[in-house]
């Protein structure tokens, strides 16, 4: 008996399209074939030949509550880590998607990390490894230093993304 490796990651949403324009826009994955399963929603992935799906996103149906919308925030879940390369190239992104990010340092290790929210609030964690990187490591300044355990996600300052928005 083995695990393998994460799967995906199942994501509820209320704005199907802000949420597949910050996967695709703002951290560059690219939506892949979902099947019909009866209810909006979308699958992403990484943008690589063969890469599957990482995020299954539902808008509607089971992603419903009691009170007929998706909760916000990842509950019980902190957050969300992604693999990544580029680190100033994504921090200049969330800025000009006016997005709010925190930057962080792991201590004793080469490893950077950018902290961001989706719509739906699931805090995301983007690491990086420092050596491999160019430019300043991550400012550890009051305000921008990720501190764990504590939200900066504001819903009604998060800005609109999506096509007609």
């Avoid at 199942?10 to 704005?15: C, L, P, R, W």
């Avoid at 998706?70 to 580029?86: P, Q, R």
């Avoid at 491999?132 to 819903?155: I, K, L, T, W």
Wanted: one cysteine or more; aromatic letters at 12%; a negative charge.
């Amino acid at each position: 008996m083995v695990i393998n490796g994460l799967f995906h990651v199942a994501i509820k949403t209320n704005d199907l399209e802000a949420t597949c324009a910050f996967y695709c826009s703002v951290l560059g994955l690219r939506q892949v074939h979902r099947p019909d399963f009866g209810y909006p929603g979308a699958w992403i992935a990484c943008p690589m030949p063969g890469g599957q799906a990482i995020m299954h996103i539902y808008a509607g149906g089971p992603a419903l509550g009691a009170e007929g919308k998706a909760a916000l925030g990842s509950g019980a879940i902190d957050h969300v880590s992604l693999s990544c390369s580029g680190y100033h190239e994504f921090r200049e992104r969330f800025a000009r998607h006016g997005l709010d990010y925190r930057e962080f340092l792991v201590p004793g290790t080469t490893l950077w990390q950018l902290f961001v929210y989706d719509p739906s609030g699931v805090q995301l964690e983007l690491t990086f490894e420092g050596a491999a990187e160019s430019g300043p490591p991550p400012d550890m300044s009051p305000g921008r230093a990720y501190v764990a355990g504590s939200s900066f996600f504001v819903p009604d300052q998060y800005p609109k993304l999506g096509a007609d928005r």
